[in-house]
């Protein structure tokens, strides 16, 4: 028997926010770097002038890597193939897209159950057993959440691992890129020098200086002001490509952060959700109709109307997930 006054309820901080916001756990700030970060990444030009190639097939090896995550464009774009894509019982392929799918059924699943709490506190006694009946489909409602955090999870975890070996990659493509920038830049400053003081020695020439000498400083002053341009080209436009590749770069210091948080977030819903249902099921089971019948033992037990409310806030932050980021 589970005794009166242990109360089952679902502490909304174990889902929501703790920063008083009421919003999903997952919604911090760290999520939103991360979305930002794999979003960029697709963004990323299919040409990246004075870029190596090791450096460019990192590029394109993390964007492969991120595509696989998943994010908010490329679900749109599954979607309009797909409509059903959120809906369906199978669980989509990308971590992304099946993040969003959890939090859909949990908005669903809250919803349920809330309308189910507050049910408890008008029923009255019966021979039918409606309490009963409520706490099942309370629980199934919250299994029916947790159960499918696990794939999402491993899969999750799974592709972790393959974005965080590109990204690492990335950065060191990045690393070596910006050594040679470093050396175009040097070279620059050299031709530079060498230019002004050619330029100098020849104005310096005079009107009985050898044409052999001449035509010699002049030979040297044009070598010297082609590898200026070149270098001063090459320096330029590995800049420009650079610049854009070091603003991801300088986003993929929340990536691992991002990545344990949603683990995190997706290991609390998972328990959270399975302990509950469980509870509620076991106690079905381990009461008797006459007990469950007892609107003091419904009380002390579940305290309905408290639970209803915790359900009602969870409900309301996935609803405002969906309605702000992702689902139109």
């Not at 008083?20 to 770097?33: A, I, P, V």
Request: charged share 20%.
């Amino acid at each position: 028997m589970i005794k009166s006054g242990n109360c089952v309820a679902v502490p909304p901080e174990r889902i929501l926010s703790s920063d008083g916001t009421n919003r999903l756990g997952l919604e911090n700030r760290f999520w939103g770097e991360l979305t930002t970060y794999i979003e960029n990444v697709a963004a990323l030009p299919d040409s990246l002038g004075g870029i190596g190639q090791q450096t460019i097939k990192a590029v394109d090896d993390l964007r492969r890597a991120t595509d696989r995550f998943g994010s908010a464009t490329q679900m749109r774009r599954e979607r309009a193939v797909t409509s059903d894509l959120l809906a369906s019982d199978g669980i989509p392929a990308a971590s992304y897209t099946g993040i969003v799918w959890l939090v859909m059924r949990l908005h669903t699943s809250a919803v349920t159950i809330q309308s189910n709490l507050m049910s408890l506190v008008q029923t009255e006694p019966t021979q039918v057993d409606p309490v009963g009946r409520i706490l099942t489909e309370i629980s199934q409602a919250a299994q029916c959440v947790g159960a499918p955090v696990g794939p999402v999870l491993h899969e999750l975890n799974r592709i972790s691992k393959i974005v965080e070996a590109a990204n690492d990659k990335f950065a060191a493509g990045i690393s070596s890129e910006a050594a040679k920038l470093g050396t175009f830049q040097e070279a620059v400053g050299r031709d530079g020098f060498n230019v002004r003081d050619l330029e100098q020695r020849a104005a310096k020439l005079g009107m009985l200086t050898a044409k052999s000498k001449r035509q010699d400083i002049e030979a040297q002053l044009a070598t010297a002001r082609i590898s200026l341009a070149e270098n001063s080209n090459a320096a330029s436009v590995l800049q420009g490509s650079l610049a854009t590749l070091e603003d991801v770069a300088f986003q993929s210091q929340w990536l691992a952060s991002g990545l344990e948080d949603l683990d995190g977030f997706l290991r609390t819903l998972r328990e959270t959700l399975m302990t509950f249902g469980k509870a509620l099921a076991q106690l079905a089971v381990d009461t008797t109709l006459e007990q469950r019948n007892d609107q003091a033992w419904v009380q002390n037990t579940l305290d309905p109307e408290k639970t209803a409310l915790q359900w009602h806030d969870i409900a309301r932050a996935s609803q405002d997930f969906l309605d702000k980021h992702y689902v139109i």
